[in-house]
């Protein structure tokens, strides 16, 4: 190799690691309860910002998952559906994004388009054993619940006030996670919880969520105050976040971002 081609073969080699340095990635994930939002605005970001890579994990992994993920270094953001316990504070920032419309939902088979509160606060008390008696066909109820109070359910313990120190029966089944509860629904006629009506309940084709009180939880009337039960979602750094990570929320608080958050029903908050 001549001196010319030499240093042709150095600028060279130079040049493309300046470029593969230039580019910054971080990962995303944690419950799903926003993945698919969080997802749009990553292809949004990344379109306007081709050196940069966003990479958004499709599985949910829970607002566990999420914070783990951050703790242990594997996301540089989690997505949680819930603020964080005390317990959890220690070195974490806590960034609120969106609330979602929390509703109760069940198979469509089931033909019941609007229950009052005191009837939702009976069936899940176990007070209410059968569709028959909301409405419905003869069928009995089986109620579905998380193990732990999740954002959701606490919705509606805030607002409803028939639920706020109702003991949820005991004959319900417990699941872990809220895609648990939505998947069970959807499969199983009879079937009743507490959900978040957020991107996650649209990909389930056979599953409604009910009026209360007469409300439908429709975006508009989640929007103008209408209807009453929310959930907050947000975002969980190891720290203030820096670099790429500090560009990619604040561009959530853009009108872009604001527009993408907002396209399945959520309530943007930055």
Known sequence: MNMKT???????????????????KIVVGGSGSLNEEVTDLAKAYM???PADAIEVR?????????????RLGRFHI???????AQTEKTKLLYLPIARTPAGVAFHKSIPVTNLAEAQICDVFGGRIKSWKDVGGNDAKITVLTRKKDDNNTEAFREKMSCFKDLT??????ALVRGSEILAALDKRPGTVGIVNLGSSF?????IKAVAINGVIPAPEAARSGKYRYFSERG??????????????IEFMATAEGRKIIGSQGAIPVR
Do not use: H, W
């Open 58 to 70: 499709p599985e949910s992994m829970s607002s566990e998952g999420g914070i783990a993920g951050v």
């Open 168 to 173: 949820i029966t005991a004959e319900a089944i």
């Open 202 to 206: 649209n990909d389930y084709e056979n």
């Open 78 to 84: 989690g997505i949680i559906s819930r603020p964080l």
């Open 6 to 24: 030499q240093v042709i073969a150095i600028l060279v080699l130079f040049f493309s690691c300046a470029s593969g340095s230039a580019q910054e």
């Open 47 to 49: 379109a306007k910002n």
């Open 235 to 248: 975002l969980v750094t190891q720290g203030e976040p820096q670099g790429l990570t500090k560009r990619f």
